[in-house]
């Protein structure tokens, strides 16, 4: 009587954070929309969660959240409160948990326009 004996081997990858498909800093003007992106590697494939660094909400879609899931976080119409670091965090539950940090800058429509004087002489 012969016996065998089945081995299954399962290997796991931590994330890692694929910086060619991610957004790197941005800045937009007031009223724009913006779309973040993180792309993650891994095994098994990293799940990807927004939060501000400042620990603000984020607002998104007309919805607002301490967290937004998903590869991308669509952003607007933006506002200057808008601006601010995000943390793209990938984790997949073999450590360790890696994140980005991307700058959104936000153009004020008041502040960037430049007020001229018209100087009359006589």
Same mark, same amino acid.
């Given at each position: 009587?012969?016996?065998?004996?089945?081995?299954?081997?399962?290997?796991?990858?931590?994330?890692?954070?694929?910086?060619?498909?991610?957004?790197?800093?941005?800045?937009?003007?007031?009223?724009?929309?913006?779309?973040?992106?993180?792309?993650?590697?891994?095994?098994?494939?990293?799940?990807?969660?927004?939060?501000?660094?400042?620990?603000?909400?984020?607002?998104?879609?007309?919805?607002?959240?301490?967290?937004?899931?998903?590869?991308?976080?669509?952003?607007?119409?933006?506002?200057?409160?808008?601006?601010?670091?995000?943390?793209?965090?990938?984790? *997949?539950?073999?450590?360790?948990? @890696? /994140? +980005? %940090? #991307? $700058? =959104?800058? !936000? *153009?004020?429509?008041?502040?960037? @326009? /430049? +007020? %001229? #004087? $018209? =100087?009359? !002489?006589?």
């Amino acid at each position: 009587m012969s016996s065998s004996v089945i081995l299954v081997l399962n290997v796991v990858v931590p994330p890692v954070i694929v910086d060619d498909g991610s957004s790197r800093d941005v800045t937009a003007n007031e009223g724009q929309d913006v779309t973040l992106t993180c792309d993650a590697r891994g095994r098994p494939q990293p799940s990807i969660r927004w939060v501000r660094e400042d620990s603000a909400k984020i607002s998104s879609g007309g919805k607002t959240a301490d967290e937004w899931v998903g590869r991308e976080l669509r952003l607007g119409p933006l506002q200057r409160s808008s601006a601010g670091a995000f943390l793209c965090i990938a984790s *997949n539950g073999v450590p360790p948990i @890696v /994140s +980005k %940090r #991307v $700058l =959104l800058n !936000v *153009n004020c429509e008041c502040c960037s @326009v /430049s +007020k %001229r #004087v $018209l =100087l009359i !002489v006589y």
